[in-house]
């Protein structure tokens, strides 16, 4: 084989590659443009208004996942399953976006942690790599950091919308979604990085507690709440 | 690991309030352990690959300066062999690569071993000029990546394929490759360099022909390679221009001079040349 020809041979190649990089890029496009859209729903809760309408908010959101859902059973069909991690890249933004609302989502209906499994059911993929498009753990546990800073915004705003128990709550929640990470032997990596963010937000939310315990607002709330 | 540095003075009293709150058996707990062992296997993994890596860019260094050798000894093949003898422990190496991922997507782990992959392509592309005078390709290199294993693991024999064996193949990907070609052309110019100063004529000439293709085949590909390609092509342009200035002053000056002086001219020029690298 001549040099020429071995050139050209793997430019054929990297066409092809850059070919299926382009179709990726543009489902994820859509998918970023859906993920815009399902936190512009939730982001109401902030709102005074919006506590009442929890549900009704978390509904309109579990609608659009369904979108997500196309968008994502479109995007496993651009390229070969077990090349995953070869496009990697070019998704993993999004998915981690889409995992934390998933798990906001959850968090607001149940107040509980989604599941990795969970997660992946509301994405429409799978848990396991040998299954096909899976949801890696990194991009899991990103996303379920990312809600944690959520949650501590949540806390702030529930106490001016005049909500004294929620914060207590989400102290509580924090403090073990912190405990869980504590377990993990994490590189120094990106992850690592988003992790050391979350003792801030803990903080934050031990403060709001701290406020509301200070002033008697947290008792005034639970006997409110028992009457 | 101290998380909390902004917390000041209660940070002990409050961790030992949240851990008082924290249940050892809670489902946040309990998916965290399990998450705790998969980022361990996982990472466990990424470092074996790392360190074969290293292994196989440490032994494929040596074989190219051992390959070096081979202008200034009368018997050429005898180093060749030398190397194939070498190249065949690294390939046993990759070997072990191809063991960690059997079953697993290779680009999940592809940084922790790119680095070992171009420099054994670049030896051994390397090893197959000095015998060829031809561009290896893909193809060839990736045939010789074929291991046999049996059930338990130890390395066979090719010819003995009995039943329970399996075949274990390790695939350069194309990049890795194009990357490991561009190194070669820097090995090539040190290799023109030193013929010169051995006094061999013909040599030069053909690099600076080879060089020039591949050269050609770089600038075809351009910028559709990965980011690192077009940082090499500065590089591979470098080296050509050396090999190529050198075969002038060998065209230019091998007329006048008798040959045994020219290596001292020649040398003479290079180091004349180097100052200009950073401007070129």
């Not at chain 2, 050509?240 to 000056?253: F, I, N, P, S």
Request: with cysteine.
């Amino acid at each position: 084989m001549s040099v020429t020809e071995m050139f050209s041979y793997i430019q054929g190649f990297l066409s092809a590659d850059q070919d299926v990089r382009e179709d990726i890029r543009k489902v994820v496009q859509n998918l970023e443009q859906t993920a815009r859209e399902i936190l512009t729903v939730l982001q109401s809760v902030h709102q005074p208004t919006g506590f009442k309408e929890i549900p009704s908010k978390c509904a309109k959101a579990r609608e659009l996942f369904c979108t997500v859902k196309t968008h994502l059973s479109e995007l496993k069909r651009k390229f070969p399953m077990e090349q995953y991690y070869r496009f990697h890249e070019h998704w993993r933004f999004v998915l981690q976006r889409l995992t934390f609302l998933a798990a906001f989502v959850v968090y607001l209906e149940s107040e509980a942690l989604v599941t990795r499994e969970e997660a992946a059911q509301i994405l429409g993929i799978e848990v396991v790599r040998e299954k096909g498009f899976h949801l890696d753990i990194e991009d899991y546990l990103a996303g379920v950091l990312i809600m944690a800073s959520e949650l501590s915004r949540l806390a702030v705003n529930s106490v001016t919308a005049g909500d004294y128990t929620r914060p207590i709550r989400i102290s509580n929640f924090i403090n073990e979604l912190d405990s869980g990470f504590r377990l993990l032997n994490l590189k120094n990596d990106p992850l690592r990085k988003r992790y050391d963010g979350l003792k801030y937000d803990v903080k934050k939310i031990e403060e709001v507690v701290y406020d509301l315990s200070i002033r008697g607002l947290s008792k005034e709330a639970e006997t409110e709440a028992n009457m | 690991m101290n998380k909390r540095e902004g917390g000041g003075c209660c940070s002990k009293q409050a961790d030992s309030i949240r851990d008082a709150n924290v249940n050892p058996s809670s489902p946040i707990i309990a998916a965290f352990k399990v998450f705790q062992q998969e980022l361990d296997t996982k990472h466990d993994k990424h470092e074996r690959l790392v360190k074969i890596s290293r292994d196989v860019t440490i032994e494929s260094k040596r074989t190219i300066f051992l390959l070096h050798r081979v202008t200034s000894v009368p018997d050429a093949e005898e180093i060749l062999n030398e190397a194939d003898v070498k190249l065949d422990a690294v390939r046993q190496k990759i070997g072990l690569i191809a063991d960690e991922l059997r079953g697993e997507d290779i680009y999940q782990f592809h940084k922790a071993f790119t680095p070992g992959i171009q420099e054994y392509v670049e030896a051994v592309s390397f090893q197959h000029f000095i015998r060829h005078r031809s561009l290896i390709s893909l193809e060839e290199i990736n045939a010789r990546l074929v291991f046999m294993r049996t059930e338990k693991a130890d390395p066979e024999a090719p010819a003995d394929a009995t039943p329970g064996a399996y075949v274990l193949t390790f695939h350069v990907t194309p990049s890795d490759y194009l990357l490991g070609v561009a190194d070669l052309t820097g090995e090539l110019m040190r290799l023109c360099i030193s013929s010169v100063g051995n006094g061999d004529i013909d040599t030069p000439f053909q690099l600076s022909q080879f060089l020039r293709q591949i050269h050609d085949g770089f600038s075809f590909i351009g910028n559709t390679g990965p980011y690192e390609v077009s940082k090499k092509l500065h590089t591979l342009r470098q080296s050509l221009g050396k090999v190529e200035d050198a075969c002038y002053t060998l065209r230019v000056r091998g007329s006048e001079i008798p040959k045994h002086m020219l290596a001292d001219v020649f040398s003479s020029r290079t180091t004349m040349m180097d100052p200009e690298e950073g401007v070129v």
